[in-house]
């Protein structure tokens, strides 16, 4: 698995407080709280972890099973993508598939 | 034949503007709007050229916009805005403002405008919010139309009025005060041109009882941002202004006021 999902730097702004995150996209004024799950998910975005890492320590963080975590990240990134807050790159893409 | 030139100055969040006109009847309008925020000119002030077109004079093709529209013409280095009642020009290197207007909002927008893009150079920024000095304390009340911030005003009368409307927020020697606009809604009453230090904000909630509830910085900053007041679509300008409300949020202690329309929720403001 290669690494390219990035947050889509040019058109958001976000803050990470504690546990939480606002993300605007500035393009569209929309506002997105992220609940601490997310959170992770989100810290993780960085164009190097790949998505099976990222469920594999929510899945020991939150003690739910790997299959789970990997089905509840693939959801939260397709809806990051459809929200325009996140960019994937070819390689990850057929990984979301 | 000579057309005559009228000006006076004022200063809005200790921003000195000074505006000229070609009619005098308009020049009284606006003194008046204007009374509580007339200065003497200051050097490095913003300066706007404004021409009075009578209404039948003067048909805009873009009426109803929601929210003015502003381009920037790189050639002139200047960003072009329009809305309702007016179109104008405004430098930012040179801080001059051209507007042609039909009436006196026309004006009272275009400073509006103005000032935000020059505000969140000197860290600041404006906010649909009412706010007013109590008992030595500032207070700011953000909300939309309806959320009660006229409403809260009317029922502080032992207060100093800095808006109900808009308020005006910057960064002083690493404080946020707010500074009373002559921006104002409901009321019909410009606030005094002083300022205040803010340290707690209040989010009006209309309610069946009185009571505070402290709230998260998150949603503090979730509940701020669509209250500020910036036309202008320029990703590093807005990212500039996210940070700053960020700042801004952190500084203080944001709450939910859920209220009655009665003085009585002051006491529970007071508690805090």
């Excluded at chain 1, 999902?5 to 605007?24: G, H, Q, S, W």
């Excluded at chain 2, 009228?6 to 505006?19: A, Q």
């Excluded at chain 2, 050097?43 to 021409?51: A, L, R, W």
Aim: proline fraction near 4%; charge should be negative.
């Amino acid at each position: 698995m290669n690494d390219c999902i990035i947050k889509n730097d040019e058109k958001i702004a976000y803050r990470v407080i504690e546990d939480k995150t606002l993300v605007v996209n500035l393009e569209n004024s929309t506002f997105h709280t992220l609940n601490p799950i997310a959170t992770i998910i989100w810290n993780n975005l960085d164009g190097k972890t790949p998505i099976t890492t990222i469920a594999k320590n929510i899945s020991k963080e939150f003690d739910i099973d790997f299959e789970t975590a990997q089905k509840d990240c693939l959801e939260f990134i397709n809806d990051l993508i459809e929200k325009g807050l996140i960019i994937l790159c070819s390689n990850q893409a057929e990984e979301i598939k | 034949m000579e057309v005559q030139s009228y000006n006076f100055s004022i200063n809005i969040g200790e921003m000195p503007i000074t505006i000229f006109f070609d009619d005098n009847d308009f020049l009284e309008v606006n003194m008046t709007r204007f009374s509580n925020f007339i200065s003497e000119k200051e050097n490095g002030s913003i300066n706007i050229d404004v021409e009075y077109i009578p209404l039948e004079k003067f048909k805009l093709n873009y009426e109803d916009l929601e929210s003015p529209k502003i381009g920037f013409d790189s050639s002139k280095n200047r960003y072009i805005i329009y809305w309702n009642s007016f179109e104008g020009t405004f430098n930012m290197n040179t801080m001059i403002g051209k507007i042609s207007c039909n009436n006196h909002a026309g004006l009272n927008s275009f400073i509006r405008i103005a000032l935000s893009l020059v505000l969140l150079k000197k860290q600041g920024f404006l906010i649909h919010a009412s706010s007013l000095i109590r008992h030595h304390k500032g207070y700011l009340f953000p909300g939309k139309s309806g959320a009660g911030k006229t409403t809260i005003t009317r029922l502080t009368p032992d207060s100093t009025l800095l808006s109900d409307e808009v308020s005006l927020i910057k960064k002083v020697d690493g404080k946020f005060r707010a500074y009373g606009t002559p921006f104002w809604g409901e009321l019909s009453i410009g606030g005094e041109n002083t300022s205040v230090s803010i340290d707690d904000v209040y989010f009006p909630v209309q309610d069946r009882k009185n009571y505070v509830n402290s709230i998260s910085i998150i949603l503090g900053l979730e509940k701020l941002l669509p209250n500020v007041i910036f036309y202008l679509n320029d990703l590093k300008l807005e990212k500039e202004l996210f940070d700053l409300c960020f700042e801004f949020i952190s500084y203080v202690s944001p709450y939910e006021l859920h209220f009655l329309p009665e003085p009585d929720f002051w006491r529970f403001i007071d508690d805090e």
